[in-house]
């Protein structure tokens, strides 16, 4: 598999990656082997010039090459089926999150679905205005009509990843 050069990436193509801090290895743990995602909101000739909207402790758009700065590796998710108006749709949706607060609570929601195989614990605790990474991603997504086969809500990182692997085509995974 070759690594995605910046000129692959697409407008609202995922960036999925496994941290190297705390929270994403309880992430990992958990729930699979991606601890974050987020959105390409912005394309280039480089990893610089590519912008992926994320919610870390708010929503923010960091280069692409800052995001990897902090993972341990990383994957670019691409669908040639999404077309260029639903791309667009998907972007002005990630980047109107742009300074939401992060809402913690909503991981620990997040553990305890996983712990329990219960998503009452995402379901009905989850905050209702704010969104966790994968939640932006997939309320994003949902612009569009697409789910990923389940709720943002209970959606993890690596919920997104295991979706584009099993429905390759029209989903890519390519390395970063």
Not at 54 to 68: G, I, N
Request: glycine fraction near 6%; proline fraction near 4%.
């Amino acid at each position: 598999m070759e690594r995605a050069e910046a000129k692959d990436i697409a407008l609202g193509d995922v960036v999925a990656i496994r941290g190297q801090g705390i929270i994403s290895a309880l992430i990992s743990a958990s729930s699979g082997m991606i601890s974050h995602v987020g959105i390409v909101t912005a394309i280039g000739d480089d990893y610089e010039a590519v912008q992926v909207t994320q919610a870390l402790d708010c929503v923010k758009t960091l280069s692409l090459a800052e995001t990897l700065s902090h993972a341990k590796f990383g994957y670019c998710l691409h669908s040639d089926a999404i077309v260029d108006l639903d791309r667009a749709k998907l972007v002005c949706y990630a980047l109107s999150r742009l300074g939401q607060t992060y809402p913690y609570a909503n991981i620990l929601w997040q553990f305890m679905k996983q712990v329990t195989g219960n998503p009452k614990w995402t379901e009905y605790a989850d905050s209702d205005t704010k969104e966790i990474c994968s939640e932006l991603v997939a309320d994003s997504y949902l612009q569009i009509g697409l789910d990923f086969g389940i709720s943002p809500r209970d959606a993890t990182p690596s919920d997104l990843m295991g979706y584009a692997l099993d429905h390759h085509p029209p989903w890519w995974v390519w390395p970063l």
